[in-house]
């Protein structure tokens, strides 16, 4: 069997071809301005993800497409970027794959679809996307491409992966770092509901999802649990041996501040401490019901998020991280 990556070079797509690797798999993977860390035991094809000739010559005799690169949340990412990688990008990757003859394709798309659930609900798959911050709309303007596709005879299976951390995680580690050193405050009093989901059970639903998902459905794939924003930050503060202060950062102020923060380090092109995609994990319930996955698919987390944070604390203190 052979894959064809897209985002390789991230977090889940590393420990992806990780997996595949393991199982047997041949991988080509995209790789763009980050090596892809597997360099040797991969197929790389350089190129952007939205030129269309490279990508089909790159799946050529492909099996399964797994469509993982995006542009993520960060303030200095303009609409347009997020527009051209996670929505151009992805109907580039798709109609590639169409004209490559390829059997399957497992697109991902985003939680953050949904924009912010109602307080009380728990979303499935039918809850309605209602996205709020620029990167959630280019998201979804994706998720619509790979639906379209699906219903013009594609084989496209969609997954929405919950909040997902582990070892070598750059994203969440920005908080561990700032916990583990005594250095949080929670924004607001981060009541937003999330889904956290380690990262090997996060692979292992994207496997399944590949082997059994419904063509032009979309599957949950989160850990069993839903915490608050400030559950989670607790529990990486136990696990780093740390307390939290007891006050915080009201929700006015904290978008005040956010906003500001956003202005003024743009010029400097650097990632401001708080900014308004950063606020949206602490004010935008994501919480994501799994039982479509698990009914369909045989997904069934098993690492629950306090014995999953001390499994990454303790990779990044071995590898230096901390």
């Known amino acids: 069997m052979r894959a064809f990556l897209t985002g390789g070079s991230g977090f889940i797509g590393s420990h992806l071809i990780d997996a595949l690797l393991e199982d047997g798999w041949r991988v080509a993977a995209l790789s763009h301005r980050t090596p892809i860390q597997q360099s040797g035991r991969v197929e790389e094809i350089a190129s952007d993800i939205t030129d269309l000739r490279a990508l089909e010559s790159g799946m050529k005799d492909t099996d399964v497409v797994f469509h993982l690169a995006s542009a993520l949340g960060s303030s ?32 991902f798309s985003s939680a953050g679809v949904l924009g912010c659930v109602r307080d009380g609900d728990v979303a499935d798959e039918g809850y309605p996307a209602r996205p709020i911050l620029a990167y959630d709309h280019a998201k979804y303007a994706g998720e619509r491409a ?32 700032k916990v583990a050193a005594g250095r949080f405050i929670l924004a607001t009093k981060a009541a937003a509901r999330q889904t956290p989901v380690y990262i090997t059970e996060l692979v292992k639903g994207t496997l399944l999802a590949a082997a059994r998902g419904r063509a032009g459905e979309v599957y949950h794939l989160a850990g069993a649990e839903i915490l608050t924003a400030a559950e989670i930050v607790k529990a990486v503060a136990s696990a780093a041996g740390r307390r939290l202060p007891r006050f915080h950062i009201p929700g006015l102020p904290a978008r005040l501040a956010a906003s500001f923060l956003e202005q003024a380090f743009r010029p400097l092109r650097k990632e401001p401490p708080l900014s308004r995609p950063k606020l949206s994990f602490f004010l935008h319930s994501k919480p994501l019901s799994i039982a479509k996955a698990g009914r369909e698919l045989g997904y069934s987390p098993e690492i629950d998020f306090a014995h999953g944070i001390r499994l990454a604390l303790d990779w990044y203190r071995r590898n230096g991280w901390l």
């Open 146 to 177: 790979a639906l379209r596709f699906a219903a013009d005879g594609m084989d496209v299976v969609i997954v929405r992966p919950g909040w997902a951390y582990g070892p070598g995680d750059r994203r969440t580690f920005k908080l561990i770092r």
């Open 76 to 107: 200095l990412i303009n609409r347009q970027e997020f527009t051209r990688i996670n929505a151009a990008g992805t109907e580039a990757v798709l109609e590639a794959a169409r004209r490559a003859r390829v059997p399957r394709v497992v697109h």
